[in-house]
């Protein structure tokens, strides 16, 4: 087993990060034997004491109130039964406070707007965008700095660098997120950036969600939150003497606009080589006849630290081919539908010359882009030539694409394609004995890539790219497995409850937007209670857990349905959304996931000691599920709709009478033996779980085989590199995505069922392990999963008749594995292996 140690220390789920909250979260992972106690230190101001629990893998910060700006090391030791510790350590800062300076912008009353460059077949629709505006500002450093620190935000887009040097290394910063309630704001250790004397901080701006173009609702396109974009920074330096400087934004900072012409999300960018500054960034430019930035305000209120790991460049995809198909023309294909944008070599040209990149996720018929499904969003990227060679990469947008068009160059360079996402780091490894199946999870894995920018999003390419509540609720547990996403979804569970309106209502998407259905629909608002419980359970941290949110959604409910079957304020009611069969009766699927929500929040309230809430809430549950069982429980073994979705919705969570689930999965796996699966959004993250609870396995497995439509792995033979938005990639271009990840939502059954990685049903952070591995046909399959405790690892193969099965249970915990044969072992944390024999 090795020795005991303590690993991935984490602060508020966050690697060593710069600006956390108050009291943080402290936690670790495992490894080695089982502690038998451990103690947390902070900086010699606070200690947890001796926690007997040898299980324990997080505590509270519960010391005095931390200092603004301060570096506090924290340690972990662990002690074993033999006497022995280790120590393991980290460190966090506390964020700023006490803001001083403006929010500042150039002048929108002195910039004209300017229409994107319309050239032969470039059909850019006619709108216009704002410049990005430079901002600099100059000031003396004495020497012996012994700590500089950025902290900086903006209302749209930033980029900011310190002496021409990049301060940070996020990307479309500072994200997104509803900018009246909350606007986060990042914090870079800049002290190896300054120089003695003259130093510039200098700042490019961009519309991004703020100000650009944001969803689909022609009446309001964009602007959602404002007109133009605004910067907000202060530049603090300590010395070594004990003295302070502090550079802020205000009246001194110098504007004027830049090469970059417009930077749009969905529109695209342009950057004008001929109307470059060089030197800006840099001490000595001369900034005379700029103009003085405006001072728009002093609201420091909504500023916040920033909870979660940037946007960031994760990596460069080299073209899979890149084919010539006119003079000055190049169709690229990047082998792999993404998220990003690309960075290309431009040679030396005539002044003026204009690079055109167009992008696509697939070709039409004749070999081109297919930009149908693109809707209003351009995704083209133009550079205008000033003569020199440049490397051309845009800044300020993104586009989800697999191919890129060049125009304009007769001999392409190279060209890359830079991959964006939000750096959730990987938790999860599957694959097996299939390579089409190990394709599938390739898929799952570059969906939620390419989906999970800022916020997780519906689909990367066109006028959407925003935060359907459902689609994020159904693909949680598989999101969970593939990636550590706590701080990601803890950032952007407060944007789902900033949206939630007074009388408790939540929307169906995060951030709101105006014209977007406001109005949560079932299984859509859900998304508020299903998403914290599912967080808390496999991270183990109870603040996921906001009882008067969870409480104040089933209320609305109630409220507006006292007979417990939910008919009104359905809102839009999406209802299994783009399920290929018969349609699941409204209101069953609705009062199917009130249930739910009322379940899962008496469940929360009982964890956080409210216990009052939990019997009531409890009690609501059990009413609700009797007026299920007395409308839509036609007999046993028959729901009204006799619809996939709904036995599978009734058996998942619990709406039968104990008698009546065997009849109910014997109809539903009649229902799938014959037409395959026939389930939208709302039910296919649960078809292969229910099957294989209720001993139909084999199903499961023929359903994860399946070729012909609808299928997941008619989409594999078919070149699918991400999951599609539609089962067969068919259907109107204007809703048809081929990066949509809610079906992949089957990612959590290649690593619950093929595996067998699940935690037992009152497990917290997988303190008690079910590893109960469905072979079905296959050879081979193996997963590994950092959890919040740590190392699980599954392996397991056939061979000669014998099924040998190798298992990793981390520290602190408990494992109960059952092979297939029938046996059923109980084991303590270590490596254990197992060996049966198959029946032929």
Not at 766 to 783: H, K, S
């Amino acid at each position: 087993m090795g020795s005991l140690r303590a690993y991935g220390l984490r602060s508020d789920h966050r690697t060593t990060p710069l600006g956390v909250d108050g009291a943080p979260l402290l936690s670790w992972r495992l490894a080695g034997e089982d502690p038998v106690g451990c103690v947390v230190e902070v900086d010699g101001l606070w200690s947890s004491g001796r926690l007997e629990d040898p299980a324990a893998i997080q505590v509270r910060y519960a010391g005095p109130p931390l200092r603004a700006r301060t570096r506090y090391e924290w340690a972990v030791t662990l002690w074993a039964a033999d006497g022995t510790s280790s120590t393991t350590r980290s460190w966090f800062e506390s964020g700023a406070d006490r803001w001083t300076a403006g929010w500042i912008a150039a002048d929108p009353d002195a910039v004209e707007y300017v229409d994107p460059p319309t050239e032969g077949d470039l059909a850019l629709r006619d709108h216009g965008l704002l410049p990005c505006p430079q901002l600099r500002r100059a000031f003396q450093a004495r020497p012996a700095v012994a700590a500089a620190r950025l902290y900086i935000s903006a209302k749209g887009l930033y980029e900011a660098r310190l002496n021409g040097h990049r301060a940070g290394d996020a990307q479309l910063a500072p994200g997104w997120t509803d900018y009246s309630r909350r606007i986060p704001y990042q914090t870079y250790d800049v002290t190896d950036l300054l120089a003695d004397g003259e130093n510039v901080l200098a700042v490019t701006l961009a519309d991004g969600w703020w100000s650009g173009f944001v969803g689909f609702d022609p009446r309001r396109p964009g602007s959602h939150y404002g007109r133009f974009p605004e910067l907000i920074a202060e530049l603090h330096l300590d010395y070594v003497d004990g003295s302070t400087q502090v550079v802020v934004t205000d009246g001194a900072w110098r504007t004027e606009r830049g090469h970059v012409r417009y930077a749009d999300l969905l529109k695209g960018e342009c950057h004008d080589e001929r109307a470059a500054t060089p030197g800006w960034e840099l001490p000595g430019f001369d900034d005379s006849s700029w103009q003085p930035a405006v001072v728009t305000g002093h609201d420091h209120a909504p500023l916040v630290p920033s909870p979660d790991e940037p946007v960031r460049a994760v990596r460069e995809l080299a073209p899979l081919s890149v084919t010539r198909t006119g003079p000055l023309t190049h169709l690229v294909d990047f082998g792999q539908n993404l998220a990003g944008r690309v960075r290309v070599a431009v040679p030396e040209s005539a002044p003026g010359t204009r690079v055109t990149i167009r992008h696509a996720e697939t070709l039409d018929a004749e070999g081109g882009l297919d930009v149908a499904n693109l809707r209003t969003a351009d995704a083209t990227d133009v550079l205008i030539s000033a003569g020199q060679a440049v490397v051309f990469e845009p800044a300020f947008t993104y586009h989800g694409f697999r191919y890129a068009e060049m125009t304009g160059i007769e001999d392409l360079g190279e060209v890359q394609a830079v991959v964006l996402h939000s750096d959730t780091p990987q938790a999860g490894t599957f694959e097996c004995s299939d390579p089409e199946i190990n394709q599938l999870q390739r898929n799952i894995e570059w969906g939620q890539r390419g989906n999970f920018v800022s916020v997780p999003t519906d689909c990367p390419q066109r006028d959407e790219r925003l935060g359907w509540l459902a689609d994020a609720q159904v693909f949680l547990p598989t999101a969970c497995f593939n990636a550590d996403v706590a701080a990601f979804f803890a950032k952007w569970l407060r944007d789902v409850r900033d949206a939630q309106r007074p009388e408790g209502g939540f929307p169906n998407v995060a951030p709101r937007i105006s014209g977007v259905a406001d109005e949560g629909a079932p299984g859509w608002a859900d998304a508020g209670v299903l998403i914290p419980w599912h967080l808390y359970r496999v991270y183990g941290d109870e603040r996921f857990l906001d009882v008067d949110s969870m409480a104040g959604w089933v209320e609305f409910v109630r409220r507006h349905n006292p007979d417990l079957i939910w008919r009104a304020k359905t809102g839009p009611h999406f209802a299994d959304w783009l399920a290929p069969g018969a349609a699941t009766p409204r209101d069953l699927l609705a009062t199917a996931f009130f249930h739910r929500s009322a379940d899962l929040t008496a469940r929360a309230a009982l964890v956080t000691g409210r216990t009052a809430d939990a019997e009531r809430l409890r009690a609501l549950a059990d009413d609700i599920r009797t007026a299920f069982i007395k409308t839509f429980a036609l007999a046993p073994g028959r729901l009204a709709g006799d619809t996939q979705t709904g036995y599978l919705l009734a058996l998942a969570f619990g709406l039968l009478p104990g008698e009546w689930e065997e009849p109910a999965a014997r109809r539903l796996a009649e229902l799938v033996e014959e037409h395959g699966p026939q389930t939208g959004f709302l039910g296919v993250n649960l078809l292969c779980p229910v099957l294989s609870a209720h001993g139909r396995a084999d199903l499961a497995h023929a359903l994860l085989r399946r070729t012909d439509p609808p299928s997941w792995l008619y989409q594999v033979r078919h070149g699918a590199t991400t999951i599609w938005e539609r089962w067969d990639g068919a259907g109107a271009p204007s809703m048809n995505s081929f990066n949509h990840y809610a079906f992949g939502s089957i990612g959590e059954w290649l690593y619950g069922g093929v595996a067998g990685i699940a935690q037992a049903p009152d497990s917290v952070a997988f303190r008690e392990l079910v590893i109960r591995p469905q072979p079905g046909d296959l050879v081979w399959a193996r997963a590994t999963y950092e959890s919040a405790r740590g190392r699980v690892a599954v392996s397991w193969q056939r061979a000669e008749g014998d099924f040998r099965l190798s298992v990793t249970v981390p520290p602190g915990a408990t494992a109960t594995i059952h092979l297939p044969d029938g046996q059923t072992h109980r084991v303590l944390s270590g490596d254990h292996t197992f060996r049966t024999t198959e029946e032929t």
